[in-house]
């Protein structure tokens, strides 16, 4: 994280607006994602960075320009979203939608460690795979490479290709059957198949 030189917080201070455009373009992304860790609401969220940022320019003059700019960010921000949360508590209709966020928030994340597990699973799979089957594999799933490239880019028989991913992926479905990762079976064979 670059930090805010004290030149910067001097020409913030002076009212220059580049200076401020600067310091936005360095935190505008961390203030977003710690509202959206309070928040889990985009556009809410998206308030919450203009606001931090209006108060920035607004207490520009009392700022310190030695102080740590990500921190006088932090604290504003935080105090922003727990003043949005104490507004949402007193809205039936707001406070519902952040129990759906938090609902869609955490559903999106035990999906993508699931697919981040899938993926690990199959990458040690492949790797188990004899050398040849493996290239062929990867060149085929990774590369997208067809059947007749491969055979080209390798010296082999279209056929020799083609028996190398039958076998391959006969072998990928047994062990992710056996793992319980049956419903990543047609995944994989679709992506085989697709050559």
């Not at 940022?53 to 003059?61: E, G, I, S, T």
């Not at 290239?135 to 028996?163: C, Y």
């Amino acid at each position: 994280m670059s930090r805010i030189d004290s030149s910067t917080i001097q020409h913030l201070m002076a009212g220059d607006e580049t200076a401020l455009s600067f310091i936005y373009d360095v935190h505008s992304e961390q203030v977003y994602q710690l509202a959206f860790r309070f928040l889990k609401d985009t556009a809410w969220s998206e308030e919450i960075v203009q606001d931090v940022f209006l108060k920035l320019w607004l207490n520009r003059q009392g700022l310190d320009d030695q102080g740590n700019m990500w921190l006088y960010l932090y604290v504003i921000t935080k105090r922003l979203c727990l003043n949005k949360l104490r507004e949402i508590r007193k809205s039936t209709a707001l406070f519902e939608q952040l129990v759906r966020n938090i609902e869609a928030e955490s559903k999106r994340s035990d999906e993508q460690l699931m697919a981040e597990e899938l993926e690990r699973h199959a990458q040690q799979l492949i790797a188990r795979l004899p050398k040849q089957q493996q290239l062929i594999f990867k060149l085929s799933r990774e590369d997208g490479l067809t059947h007749n490239e491969i055979a080209q880019k390798l010296g082999l028989s279209p056929n020799t290709v083609k028996n190398h991913m039958v076998q391959a992926l006969k072998t990928l479905k047994s062990s992710l059957g056996q793992s319980g990762y049956t419903y990543l079976v047609a995944i994989v064979s679709s992506s085989l198949m697709a050559h």
